[in-house]
């Protein structure tokens, strides 16, 4: 693969057409030595990415991004999968003066109150954390699954990154939530307990709700903002219904 990064799209899906999780991941580490990045926000796809490219000892390199607001039960499952592997996992983190910023003028919850708030708070807690993890990078992998959106089942298995200038590679694009679930029993990989809890889609803990029966894979995303403003991410006040998510339980929460 000598052509441009860009042009190498096409082909990087026809190679990887009918390979497995690990010989996927072994194409990249060999063919961008250095170069490939796993991103783990250590929910039921990514650990099992991380435990196919630590069994096979794979030179791709794992980070997670450490927003501040994460879960109990995901720095839990980052520990044991620290414990279970004995592999590092980098860490990338907001900037302490830009959160400190934010902080001091909106006050801690601030996300709840627009949409362009909440935008504010993913840009600093995650999209510039994520660009300096990327930066230099040829290739970033990631635990996303066609099931999990209408919208991601126009994805492809392999696709150009514009906004990051890198290819970005799906591994288990065509496995479903069972399949994940039950290679992870077998072969034990340490699932995060918020699975059990009806969490699929696991980020922020006052960002993320469980689900009910039936719902989208990504209901549990910022519940609380207008569906077709978070579909579209238009920077319009988020329809809060005179729910304050700060004391009121929602749905899913027991």
Same mark, same amino acid.
């Given at each position: 693969? $000598? ?18 999780? =690990? ?10 030595? *250095? ?14 990415? %991380?435990?196919? &490219? ?9 980070? %997670? ?7 109990? +039960?995901?720095?839990? %499952? ?9 592999? =590092? &996992? +980098? ?8 959160? +400190? /910023? ?28 994520? /660009? @300096? ?10 635990? &996303? ?19 990051? @200038? ?10 479903? !939530? ?9 072969? *034990?990989?340490?699932?995060? =307990?918020?699975?059990?809890? *009806?969490?699929?889609? &696991? ?5 993320? @709700? ?10 549990? @995303? !910022? ?13 319009? %006040? ?5 729910? $304050?998510?700060?004391? +009121?339980?929602? =749905?899913?929460? *027991?």
């Amino acid at each position: 693969m $000598d052509a441009p990064l860009e042009a190498q799209v096409d082909d990087l899906r026809r190679y990887l057409r009918g390979h497995s999780v =690990p010989e996927t991941l072994t194409l990249l580490a060999d063919h961008f030595p *250095g170069r490939a990045s796993f991103s783990t926000s250590f929910g039921l796809e990514d650990q099992l990415i %991380t435990h196919f &490219i630590f069994e096979h000892g794979l030179p791709i390199r794992v980070f %997670t991004l450490d927003t501040g607001r994460n879960f109990q +039960e995901t720095y839990a %499952t980052w520990n044991k999968t620290l414990l279970r592997y004995g592999r =590092p &996992i +980098e860490v990338f983190a907001p900037q302490a003066a830009s959160l +400190e /910023a934010l902080v001091t003028q909106k006050g801690p919850n601030s996300f709840y109150e627009s949409l362009d708030n909440r935008k504010e708070c993913c840009h600093l807690r995650k999209v510039e954390p994520l /660009a @300096r993890a990327l930066a230099g990078q040829q290739v970033w992998v990631t635990g &996303i699954r066609a099931e999990q959106s209408q919208n991601r089942q126009h994805m492809h298995r392999a696709e150009w990154d514009a906004g990051h @200038r890198l290819l970005k590679v799906h591994p288990l694009f065509d496995w479903t !939530w069972a399949q994940c679930l039950a290679y992870a029993q077998e072969h *034990g990989v340490p699932v995060n =307990p918020l699975h059990q809890k *009806g969490f699929v889609s &696991i980020g922020c803990a006052p960002c993320t @709700r469980a689900i009910a029966p039936g719902e989208d894979f990504r209901a549990g @995303r !910022w519940w609380w903002e207008n569906a077709a403003a978070k579909e579209c991410g238009l920077h319009d %006040t988020a329809e809060r219904q005179g729910l $304050d998510p700060v004391v +009121e339980r929602m =749905p899913g929460q *027991g």
